[in-house]
T-cell receptor
Framework: AQKVTQAQTEISVVEKEDVTLDCVYETRDTTYYLFWYKQPPSGELVFLIRRNSFDEQNEISGRYSWNFQKSTSSFNFTITASQVVDSAVYFCALSEEGAAGNKLTFGGGTRVLVKP | DGGITQSPKYLFRKEGQNVTLSCEQNLNHDAMYWYRQDPGQGLRLIYYSQIVNDFQKGDIAEGYSVSREKKESFPLTVTSAQKNPTAFYLC?????????????FGDGTRLSIL
């Protein structure tokens, strides 16, 4: 069975500090996809990034960066120079192989609180 | 603007009552999903549908039912058999194409027991 673990339930930082969110996953699939989503207080989930299991290149998008390490089954997310608007719950998710389409397994989420 | 609309935003259920949550999308997506989120927890899949008139159970389908009569609509009924329905319900959709497609989410419906 697939599993996604986000060990940090809540992280509190002061604005402009960097914050790294950990994500560790388990799967028997050889091909899989990993996702990060942001859930602001309004409730909807906002898609941030997708990574496939064959691409271990790190990615940077503005103040966001992602570190995918297949050897340790981790897909960590860093927010550089955090801002108050980054306050949200962040979810890591893993897609499941199967004929019936795209089923996502979510981690428990990490709440990030950025204080001014 | 294209997106997913869930209604109502807040819903209250009486004992023994069935309630239906609405989910409509105008993204022309083939696949649609329902998730349940409990406080401090991740999302769990209730039902999903890859095509009109077809749907599959997710991990926690007991006490719920769905229909998919139109591509753009995927209503979820929380039946009286669901003994602990208080939660935040999120609807999502995606392009057909399997695991690589990101899912796009609505704003959610918060269901409480009266």
């Amino acid at each position: 069975a697939q599993k996604v673990t986000q060990a940090q339930t809540e992280i509190s930082v002061v604005e402009k500090e960097d914050v790294t969110l950990d994500c560790v996953y388990e799967t028997r699939d050889t091909t899989y996809y990993l996702f990060w989503y942001k859930q602001p207080p309004s409730g909807e989930l906002v898609f941030l990034i997708r990574r496939n299991s064959f691409d271990e290149q790190n990615e940077i998008s503005g103040r966001y960066s992602w570190n995918f390490q297949k050897s340790t089954s981790s897909f960590n997310f860093t927010i550089t120079a955090s801002q108050v608007v980054d306050s949200a719950v962040y979810f890591c998710a893993l897609s499941e192989e199967g004929a019936a389409g795209n089923k996502l397994t979510f981690g428990g989420g990490t709440r990030v609180l950025v204080k001014p | 603007d294209g997106g997913i609309t869930q209604s109502p935003k807040y819903l209250f259920r009486k004992e023994g009552q069935n309630v239906t949550l609405s989910c409509e999308q105008n993204l022309n997506h083939d696949a649609m999903y329902w998730y349940r989120q409990d406080p401090g927890q991740g999302l769990r899949l209730i039902y999903y549908s890859q095509i009109v008139n077809d749907f599959q159970k997710g991990d926690i389908a007991e006490g719920y039912s769905v229909s998919r009569e139109k591509k753009e609509s995927f209503p979820l009924t929380v039946t009286s058999a669901q003994k602990n329905p208080t939660a935040f319900y999120l609807c999502a959709s995606s392009i057909a194409g399997g695991r690589r497609q990101p899912q796009h989410f609505g704003d959610g419906t918060r269901l409480s027991i009266l």
